[in-house]
């Protein structure tokens, strides 16, 4: 066998079993962290496939962003595993159900027209070849109208997400610091006028005083 | 092509068996006799009463969230950089694609300029 050969059933043997892994770990953090290795492992079959430019946006922005999140959003949550897996054999049957049903359906209107033999090109790399160039190229020349539209969708994502995770704080001690320059001296001093003369303490009432200590 | 990732493949070899080798050689060397007070979780002598795990701020969420959608702008400069010299031979398509990618970057200021002005990257 080949080497290339050797490493993409390697690849797709630990891809395989980690996103088994994912769906089957009890502990959530595990199931992320086996998310993770199959992440790297899809990015090294899409290397063998001389995609570079996308494996290596996999491990960039997948592995090294998207999975932070994800472990966030497991640690925010405050799951009870066990409620959650409660009824699992009941649903099992019905899930497999469903799951095949879209498997088949996707296989039939996809299969043979994208992944049949026949319509994958043989793409043998010349030397020279740079997958980034050609992906540039499309991107930056025919497709400039939805690669437009993408800044958008990150503009919305921006503002979803500050909308829906921000809010100020009341209780904090933050200095303003535009706003204590801003301080004249009205705003925090008050001068009040008294009256200078005092009654005097008379001698009688200290003495009981002193007494009563 | 590969051919130059190879070092890559074996950096990835050696940084696991880096990894794995040592715990596999305590696992498979040493002697393993766990009681309940071995395999408990031990905390500074005290008895462990909850989780390890505790719930986090939504603030990191959203520090998370802001960085990778830059994260992904970097990810669509980047081939716009490595193919620039080659498309911009005509003044036409230098302009264009000079501009698209200013859109582009123009479009993205004003969520940060968004996220920036709602005090969004304010720690507090």
Redesign the interface.
């Known amino acids: 066998m080949e080497f290339?050969t050797v490493?993409f059933y390697l690849f797709a043997a630990v891809l395989v079993a980690s996103a088994l892994r994912v769906v089957t770990a009890r502990n959530p953090?595990h199931a992320v962290l086996f998310l993770v290795l199959a992440f790297f492992n899809a990015s090294g079959i899409w290397?063998?496939l001389?995609a570079?430019?996308l494996a290596i946006?996999l491990v960039?922005?997948y592995v090294?962003?998207?999975m932070?999140?994800f472990m966030?959003?497991v640690?925010?949550?405050?799951i009870n595993i066990e409620s959650v897996r409660r009824g699992f054999w009941n649903y099992l049957p019905l899930g497999l159900l469903v799951g095949t049903i879209l498997v088949v359906e996707m296989a039939a209107v996809l299969g043979q027209r994208y992944f049949s033999l026949d319509a994958l090109p043989n793409t043998a790399?010349e030397a020279g070849?740079?997958n980034?160039?050609e992906?540039?190229?499309l991107?930056?020349?025919d497709y400039?109208y939805p690669?437009?539209l993408?800044?958008?969708i990150?503009?919305v994502?921006?503002?979803a997400?500050?909308v829906l995770?921000?809010r100020?704080?009341k209780d904090?001690k933050?200095q303003k610091i535009g706003e204590q320059l801003a301080t004249r001296r009205d705003d925090r001093l008050r001068i009040v006028s008294m009256a200078s003369v005092k009654e005097a303490p008379s001698v009688e009432k200290a003495v009981t005083e002193e007494g009563n200590k | 092509?590969?051919e130059n990732?190879f070092p890559v493949?074996v950096f990835v070899i050696v940084g696991l068996a880096f990894g794995c080798v040592p715990l596999l050689l305590g696992r498979l060397l040493g002697p393993h006799r766990p009681d309940r007070e071995k395999t408990s979780a031990y905390e500074c002598g005290f008895e462990a009463f909850e989780e390890a795990?505790?719930?986090?701020d939504?603030?990191?969420?959203?520090i998370?969230?802001?960085?990778?959608?830059f994260?992904?702008?970097i990810?669509?400069l980047?081939?716009?950089a490595?193919?620039?010299k080659?498309?911009t031979e005509s003044p036409a398509?230098r302009t264009?694609?000079f501009v698209?990618?200013f859109?582009?970057?123009g479009?993205?200021v004003?969520?940060?300029a968004?996220?920036w002005a709602?005090?969004?990257l304010?720690w507090?």
């Open positions: 290339k490493l953090v290397m063998l001389d570079e430019f946006a960039m922005v090294g962003a998207v932070v999140l966030f959003v640690m925010m949550l405050d790399a070849y740079s980034t160039k992906l540039g190229r991107l930056y020349t400039a690669f437009e993408a800044s958008v990150l503009l994502a921006i503002i997400a500050v995770t921000h100020e704080r904090t933050a | 092509m590969l990732y493949l795990r505790m719930q986090f939504i603030r990191y969420y959203l998370a969230i802001i960085f990778i959608l994260d992904l702008e990810a669509f980047f081939p716009w490595a193919i620039f080659e498309i398509v264009f694609g698209e990618m859109v582009f970057i479009i993205l004003v969520g940060y968004y996220a709602k005090g969004a304010d507090e």
